[in-house]
């Protein structure tokens, strides 16, 4: 089946009219790809505007505010190595090898809003703070960033590293609190930082390289996937090593705490798995892992592959090599969706946090918005 490509740049508005554009925003592009019937065409609706015509074909309801069912974002000069929702689902943000993070709108047509520059190397995590008016950036360049997501302005940049950080995420998501995160490097250091401080405010010694973070809702508990294809978590409050969950036969690659009730942790690896982790206090799993999920492997890049929980917590996603997106029941392990599009490695997939809409970033330099 054909598909037709509705183009619109975020330089202008869609009748062509120019539009006063700020100096740091409107680098990319979001094409809307819709279908059109290959026989019958009283079933389909068309849709005129200036020189940019979509023909829609009338078919199942649609499920979510987005002006189409797939939105195709490019603009990043380098790998989209990682994007997410902000918290409130009105926008998200994507950064690259390209050294860049992008602001983008997720309704209308997608306007990429902002660039947030500063960085040295490739930015290979972001994370929004609570509030959805801050996000965290890890770099290759051995830094962390906090950024100011609606004026662009740096507000911190974190130099204790040695090494690239490889990922970051907040502290306090449960409280609300956007000055409080943490950062995993190749040092092997963990470090714990609060914004209003000038150093971070407490160091984690792991040994090993760090590849992924994640932090259980308050804040109490940090996971930290390592080089020795272990999970370990630790107590932020005592600094002490509370538990090492062991599984995975290649390095962890990508982790994520479920949102609605943090009593799950999701990883990625090179051994080609995805797991689910229970972290319940009283689990009867002796090693924890309730669930191994198959049909997203690695590739010879060994590229970063971060996994994400819906909003629900009835399903779980992750990118591949393959150049698919793999969505699977959190509780059965079956495959709901296999979702192709992108044309080199997916590296990073996120849920939008109020409506079924998927997110994927990929080493193509693009990123998909979908309706599931």
């Keep these: 089946m054909s598909e037709h490509k509705r183009k619109v740049s975020t330089a202008g508005s869609v009748d062509g009219s120019e539009q006063p554009t700020p100096d740091h925003a409107m680098h990319g592009t979001a094409v809307a790809l819709v279908k059109r019937p290959k026989t019958d065409n009283s079933a389909a ?34 790998e989209v190595t990682t994007c997410r929702f902000s918290p409130s689902g009105k926008h998200l943000a994507s950064g690259s090898a390209d050294t860049q993070v992008f602001l983008w709108n997720t309704y209308g047509d997608c306007a990429n809003y902002g660039v947030l520059r500063g960085h040295k190397g490739s ?90 973070i994640a932090a259980a809702p308050t804040g109490n508990t940090i996971y930290a996937g390592s080089l020795d294809n272990s999970i ?21 690659m990508g982790l994520s705490i479920s949102p609605k009730t943090g009593n799950y942790l999701l990883s990625t690896s090179l051994d080609n798995t995805v797991r689910l982790w229970d972290l319940r206090p009283y689990c009867r ?72 809409i998927v997110l994927s970033g990929s080493v193509d330099k693009s990123m998909f918005l979908g309706e599931i």
Aim: one cysteine or more; proline letters at 6%; hydrophobic letters at 35%.
């Design 45 to 78: 609706m068309v849709v005129s505007k200036s020189d940019a015509t979509a023909i829609i074909k009338a078919g199942p309801k649609r499920t979510s505010g987005m002006q189409a069912p797939i939105m195709h974002l490019t603009g990043h000069g380098g």
């Design 123 to 212: 930015v290979l995590e972001l994370q929004w703070m609570p509030s959805g008016e801050r996000l965290i950036t890890a770099s290759a360049d051995s830094t962390v960033a906090l950024w100011d997501a609606t004026t662009g302005e740096r507000l911190k940049r974190g130099r204790r590293h040695t090494a690239p950080v490889n990922a970051c995420c907040p502290l306090s998501r449960g409280s609300g609190d956007d000055n409080v995160f943490a950062s995993a490097s190749d040092d092997g250091c963990l470090l714990l930082w609060d914004a209003r401080e000038r150093h971070p405010v407490a160091t984690i010694t792991h040994g090993l390289p760090l590849t992924s």
């Design 232 to 252: 370990s978590s630790w107590d932020v409050r005592s600094l002490s090593l509370v538990d090492t969950l062991r599984g995975h036969s290649g390095t962890v």
């Design 285 to 356: 799993i002796p090693n924890r892992c309730e669930r191994v999920f198959t049909g997203a492997p690695h590739g010879f890049e060994r590229s970063f592959i971060r996994p994400a929980f819906d909003r629900d917590e009835s399903m779980v996603a992750s990118g591949s090599a393959d150049r698919t997106l793999t969505i699977w029941n959190m509780r059965s392990g079956e495959i709901k969706y296999k979702l192709p599009g992108h044309k080199g490695c997916v590296t990073q997939v996120d849920f939008h946090p109020l409506e079924p």
